[in-house]
């Protein structure tokens, strides 16, 4: 079982905060699916997300009122996080989520930044946003002072 750490500031970002509940709520599924990379990508499809997002719905004492996910709801979703500039999104192979500060909110370790040229490659369907998450985070790393790894120099 993956462990993943994001740091909670990540919801005071006055991006996410704007954010409806049902945005959030898509924002925090993506970013906790086993699916999603060290590097703050992950490929799935709208079907996918309402699927699992309604997996407990009307088992749920808790929350019977939610209304039920549609596809249509999460598409909805998925364009106006892009627009608010959360994310970047490309509808190649399924729709692969590009979060811009993944990195920012969440800690790792020398192994992993090595690890980053191989999720790209590997991990990301080719196409624009392989170049986005690949600048994104090489700027991130010399932001930081991480030595950027001798595949990407």
């Known amino acids: 079982m993956k462990k993943r750490y994001i740091h909670t500031k990540f919801w ?3 991006r996410i905060r ?8 898509v924002l925090l599924h993506l970013q906790l699916r086993e699916e999603m990379t060290t590097i703050g ?3 799935t499809s709208p079907l996918s997300i ?3 997002l309604n997996a407990d719905r ?3 004492s808790i929350t019977p009122e939610l209304p039920k996910i549609t596809e249509k709801h ?11 500039g959360i994310v970047d999104i490309q509808n190649r192979a399924g729709v692969t989520v590009y ?3 993944f990195l920012r909110y969440n800690n790792w370790t020398p192994v992993v930044y090595n690890s980053f040229p191989s999720v790209v490659r590997d991990k990301i369907p080719e196409g624009p946003i ?8 090489i700027g991130w790393m010399r932001e930081n002072n991480i030595p950027v790894p001798e595949e990407w120099q």
């Open 12 to 14: 005071f970002d006055l």
């Open 18 to 25: 704007e954010c409806t509940w049902l945005e959030k709520l």
């Open 41 to 43: 990508a992950i490929t």
């Open 50 to 52: 309402c699927t699992l």
């Open 58 to 60: 009307g088992r749920n």
């Open 74 to 84: 999460v598409t909805k979703v998925l364009k106006s996080i892009k627009k608010r």
């Open 99 to 101: 979060f811009y500060n």
């Open 130 to 137: 392989q170049e986005v998450v690949r600048e994104n985070t």
